[in-house]
């Protein structure tokens, strides 16, 4: 079902989340091809923009594969943050601003951004306002329902944010505290989704198309927003996209299918990256794809101490092989 974001067509209700070393336009042509509706570049550093930072900047680079995408921005003071956001408006492919309000980790909250914005409302009315006022491009946010179990302003923070001009909201359904532990919160996001007028994204323990569903219908959500979920596993954006369309839960793809897969992902962030930089940030997404396959615990490690793209190619094949191998001797001992 299509739906919108200010003026950018979203053509479905699966959106990938930001994830930092992870969503990258090597990972998000991948999961566009896949069937995501949206995707969403890793978190980008205000200050890294404001300096020029080459790899900052070579973080925003957007392929035409990608549309529609979104940019994530994330900072301390209003200030930094407008010029960051005018910087993505006028000098990048993106179609969206995103507004990070949510990450919980000390390095970002120490600087007074991500989650820090959690306990104040009237500080996430304030930069948003600025940033919607700076831009011509259509501005989401997105947070957690609070900074603990003590402070959670959930709705205060998301009406803060509508009333600001945000064009749509995210909330992952876990407070600053819980980090990624412990379960998300849905009736707090289902409070969220029932108070809002902008299209909303439900985000947090969405690890199936059944999860999805539940989260578009009991929740109220406009949209689901998938995360940890789709790392090495891009086949349950095709799987949720499908089920939500047609209530049929497609079959989990091969080893075959899956290392496919892996290789492309490996080759695009290799040339989007470089051999060296490609491959080892490639290694921490090997594990994923080989997850739940047999026989697969020596090549993870091989792959993690590989060096360079032919030799995880290699490892890749050879383990294909040998799988084929398996296969086939089992085959003839059920003749």
């Known amino acids: 079902m299509e739906w919108k974001i200010g003026d950018v067509t979203i053509p479905?209700?699966?959106?990938?989340?930001?994830?930092?070393?992870?969503?990258?336009?090597?990972?998000?042509?991948?999961?566009?091809?896949?069937?995501?509706?949206?995707?969403?570049?890793?978190?980008?550093?205000?200050?890294?923009?404001?300096?020029?930072?080459?790899?900052?900047?070579?973080?925003?680079?957007?392929d035409p594969r990608e549309h529609p995408m979104s940019i994530q921005i994330f900072g301390g003071t209003k200030e930094t943050l407008v010029q960051a956001a005018k910087f993505v408006d006028q000098n990048t492919a993106a179609d969206i601003i995103d507004i990070n309000m949510g990450c919980p980790v000390n390095k970002v909250v120490k600087t007074d951004a991500g989650a820090r914005w959690l306990l104040d409302?009237?500080?996430?009315?304030?930069?948003?306002?600025?940033v919607t006022d700076a831009v011509k491009k259509p501005v989401t946010v997105k947070m957690r329902t609070g900074w603990?179990?003590?402070h959670i302003y959930a709705v205060e923070n998301a009406l803060a944010a509508e009333r600001?001009?945000?064009?749509?909201?995210?909330?992952?359904?876990?407070t600053r505290k819980q980090m990624y532990e412990g379960h998300a919160d849905w009736n707090i996001l289902k409070e969220v989704a029932s108070q809002l007028?902008?299209?909303?994204?439900?985000?947090?323990?969405?690890?199936?198309?059944?999860?999805?569903?539940?989260m578009l219908e009991d929740v109220g959500a406009d949209a689901v927003m998938m995360g940890r979920a789709v790392e090495g596993n891009p086949w349950i954006l095709k799987q949720t996209t499908h089920y939500l369309q047609t209530g049929e839960l497609l079959a989990e793809p091969t080893p075959e299918e899956k290392i496919a897969t892996a290789k492309e992902h490996l080759h695009r962030l290799c040339e989007l990256k470089g051999d060296r930089t490609g491959s080892h940030e490639f290694r921490g997404q090997a594990t994923y794809y080989l997850k739940g396959i047999s026989h697969s615990a020596r090549t993870k490690v091989a792959l993690c101490n590989a060096?360079?793209?032919?030799?995880?190619?290699?490892?890749?094949?050879?383990?294909?092989?040998?799988?084929?191998?398996?296969?086939?001797?089992?085959?003839?001992?059920?003749?």
């Open 12 to 62: 479905n209700q699966v959106v990938v989340a930001p994830m930092a070393g992870v969503t990258n336009s090597a990972f998000r042509i991948i999961c566009r091809e896949y069937g995501a509706g949206l995707v969403v570049c890793e978190m980008i550093s205000d200050r890294g923009i404001m300096y020029k930072n080459k790899k900052t900047l070579d973080m925003m680079f957007v």
């Open 197 to 214: 007028h902008i299209p909303f994204m439900g985000n947090g323990d969405v690890r199936t198309p059944q999860d999805a569903k539940r």
């Open 121 to 130: 409302p009237n500080k996430v009315y304030e930069m948003v306002s600025y």
């Open 307 to 335: 060096d360079g793209e032919a030799q995880m190619d290699e490892i890749f094949d050879k383990f294909l092989e040998k799988n084929a191998q398996r296969k086939a001797r089992q085959q003839r001992i059920a003749q």
């Open 148 to 150: 603990d179990k003590d």
């Open 164 to 174: 600001a001009g945000a064009s749509a909201l995210a909330m992952h359904g876990r």
